[in-house]
């Protein structure tokens, strides 16, 4: 058998993707000092995580790869003794159409009373398209100054685009 031919079956079986990896759900994590809010409103910042006691929204721009789907969004926060509904969400902002045109891709609420607590979304398949979209992660709650919370970070799952689902140039000698 020639060389040629033996290397010529190894791409075939690759570009079928017969020996292709499994998916990986790999992790972006956003720590709670990347939140901006608006900027008429003053943000507090304990050990890392950021006070959203007095504010009632909180952003920060998302970047994964291209053609990544997302699968869930998880919080990590902490209340004060005053119980708060706490709501992060990913949401797509269609380029074209501006800011207030957006979809809620994947939402999880926080409702604990008193205490430190990771809060995880149902299983979501979102394809990012990073062309046509972009996208921010918000954090929302009512205004009320008479507790304190605190989010710590979101952390994005997601499956990275697949080497092998990339179209390659064919070499042809």
């Given at each position: 058998m020639k060389r040629g031919s033996t290397m010529l079956s190894l791409i075939s079986i690759l570009a079928l993707g017969s020996l292709a990896p499994a998916p990986t759900l790999r992790h972006m994590f956003y720590p709670g000092k990347a939140f901006s809010a608006n900027p008429s409103q003053n943000i507090g910042f304990q050990e890392g995580c950021v006070e959203?006691?007095?504010?009632d929204t909180l952003f920060t721009p998302v970047f994964l790869p291209e053609s990544s789907v997302v699968k869930y969004l998880t919080m990590y926060y902490g209340n004060s003794t005053v119980p708060a509904n706490l709501t992060v969400s990913l949401v797509a902002h269609e380029i074209g159409l501006g800011w207030p045109t957006h979809t809620t891709i994947a939402a999880v609420n926080g409702t604990i009373p008193d205490g430190f607590e990771a809060v995880t979304s149902s299983e979501i398949s979102h394809t990012v398209d990073m062309s046509s979209t972009t996208y921010t992660i918000e954090i929302a709650q009512p205004y009320d100054m008479d507790r304190?919370?605190?989010?710590?970070?979101?952390?994005?799952?997601y499956i990275p685009p697949s080497i092998f689902a990339i179209a390659l140039p064919t070499i042809i000698r």
């Open positions: 959203v006691a007095d504010i304190t919370t605190v989010v710590c970070g979101v952390r994005i799952d």
